[in-house]
């Protein structure tokens, strides 16, 4: 069946605490959901806030190819006349093809919040809904507190229903606004109304009791089809329902169709490019598009998964445009191993079996005293080619020291080169770049690190009960004009961390340049892509 599917992440999705999204972010995000062929945007609440307002404005230039671009708002006020209430002029004023209006369900709401009758919020519903629809809009009826209305009174929870589609409402959408109903409760009050309503019956879940996107589809399950939802689950409190999973479930496991199977490989970096805009992290464990959802680091997931990818994986990562990936850690097996060489191509090849194991035992060690070498690909790398040439050094550290004084520091390294000692002294902007400098002198023979240039720096603290005295993680990322790649250090002196991880790059790009046989660091790294 086709299921519609609205996207609520500019509207509720900007209720969740971490959300801010500006008016641009807020196009950007519109044009990004319209090409990956959801059917309704709900764009804000014109009536609530300047911003929203301001996002019907620029959004009129919003050239849509397929999406409903819809504005959100309440009833009429029940002191004024339908034609002179402010919030449903701001809704019309929206320009949307498709308006959203929240109507009262829940007797307790009637009585308790506007303090009126059961009788007078019927004609709210049914005013405000036929105004609309007398002014040529789609009308999407969110039934508010659908559920916790029903179950408190259910005969009046119909009536409300019967108001808005007696007054030509399109979408009957049933709002589970708290959250705090489940799956099997929920089933069934979908499917009294399925049997009493006609025409498009939608659901609107919340994240409260960690079952929305099960709530959403047990609703589906009953005859609803139209879903609301947002994309990542951002949302007030616990967040809305998350509509990534929502359609990748519909399209993969119940037989539905939404975007379409060719939509759907995209979902992943629409998931994403939002993520960004709302400047969080996309949730690495969030299902389908996380950037762990088909993440193996155990042994034995690994070699199974090596020789058959559904032995421990749900779908296929390509059907939703994610990778599957091994970690390299302290739990790997062989497996991981061989799975992280098969990107480094003939270089691997030329591993013999005791190598090889050397080689494992290595990371493992690695991992164990805190390298992240699944982030450090030219750790790796270098592991990788030291384990083939055991013997090539290029240089050893005789000494090195390093005295800061504010913002100034000078250091001292002396290097073994097969020609000899080498001594140089530096002055830089701090420890870590004197040392860089130093390094640089003393090799100069080796034109090869000139183009070595650190990108990007990270440090992590890895055990912070231990104070200022905590081991720190650092990592780098170097780029040599060409080719990028990351290295760490481990270490309780943050200064010894960073120099470590200086050194690997520094011998990671010799032992590259050395290695005539195999032009492989080209090749590793468009494996890598
Ligand atoms: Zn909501």
Redesign the pocket.
């Known amino acids: 069946m086709r299921i519609q599917t609205f996207d609520t992440t500019l509207r509720?999705g900007t209720q969740g605490e971490a959300i801010s999204f500006s008016v641009d972010d807020k196009i950007l995000i519109a044009r990004k959901l319209d090409e990956l062929g959801i059917d309704y945007i709900e764009g804000g609440w014109p009536g609530s806030n300047p911003k929203d307002r301001e996002f019907f404005e620029q959004a009129r230039g919003l050239r849509l190819q397929h999406a409903k671009l819809t504005a959100f708002g309440s009833t009429r006020y029940a002191k004024n006349p339908v034609e002179e209430d402010r919030n449903v002029r701001e809704l019309l004023d929206a320009g949307t093809p498709c308006v959203t209006i929240f109507g009262k369900t829940w007797d307790f709401h009637v009585y308790r919040a506007l303090g009126i009758s059961e009788e007078e919020n019927l004609a709210i519903i049914g005013e405000t809904v036929r105004y609309l629809k007398d002014h040529g809009k789609e009308v999407v009826y969110d039934a508010e507190h659908f559920f916790d209305g029903y179950i408190n009174n259910r005969d009046f929870a119909l009536r409300t229903l019967e108001a808005a589609k007696k007054a030509g409402a399109d979408v009957l959408c049933l709002?589970d606004?708290n959250g705090g109903t489940l799956p099997q409760y929920l089933a069934q009050i979908v499917a009294d109304i399925r049997s009493k309503f006609d025409g498009v019956i939608g659901i609107?879940t919340?994240n409260d009791s960690d079952v929305a996107v099960a709530n959403a589809l047990a609703a589906i399950e009953k005859g609803a089809s139209h879903v609301q939802g947002c994309l990542n689950a951002y949302?007030e409190r616990c967040g809305?329902s998350n509509l990534a999973s929502i359609i990748a479930n519909l399209e993969l496991k119940m037989g539905h169709t939404t975007i379409g199977p060719e939509k759907l490989q995209e979902l992943t970096s629409v998931c994403r490019y939002i993520a960004e805009l709302a400047n969080l992290p996309l949730r690495k464990d969030q299902p389908y598009v996380g950037q762990s959802a088909f993440a193996h680091k155990g042994g034995i997931h690994v070699s199974a998964v090596l020789k058959d990818s559904a032995t421990y994986e749900h779908i296929s990562p390509a059907a939703v445009g994610n990778i599957q990936r091994v970690l390299v850690s302290e739990l790997s097996g062989r497996s991981n191993v061989d799975y992280q060489l098969r990107q480094f191509g003939s270089l691997a090849d030329r591993l013999n079996p005791d190598a090889r194991r050397g080689l494992v035992d290595r990371i493992k060690q690695a991992e164990f005293e805190g390298y992240d070498l699944e982030a450090a690909d030219g750790t790796f790398e270098l592991f990788v080619r030291q384990s083939l040439q055991p013997k090539t050094d290029f240089f050893q550290v005789k000494d090195y020291e390093v005295q800061a004084r504010s913002g100034r520091a000078t250091a001292r390294v002396t290097l073994g080169l097969p020609d000899g000692v080498h001594t140089a002294e530096a002055t830089g902007h701090g420890p870590f770049n004197a040392l860089d400098l130093c390094l640089r002198k003393c090799l100069d023979e080796f034109p090869g690190i000139r183009d070595v240039r650190l990108i990007d720096y990270k440090v992590r603290v890895l055990d912070s009960k231990e104070g200022t005295a905590a081991k720190v993680r650092v990592l780098i990322e170097w780029s040599d004009g060409t080719n990028s790649w990351s290295t760490v250090g481990v270490s309780d002196d943050v200064v010894e961390a960073s120099w470590a991880a200086m050194l690997d790059a520094v011998r990671l790009e010799l032992m590259r340049v050395s290695d005539v046989h195999v032009a492989s660091s080209e090749k590793a790294v468009e494996l890598r892509q």
Do not use: F
């Open positions: 509720d709002c606004t609107h919340h949302g809305n």
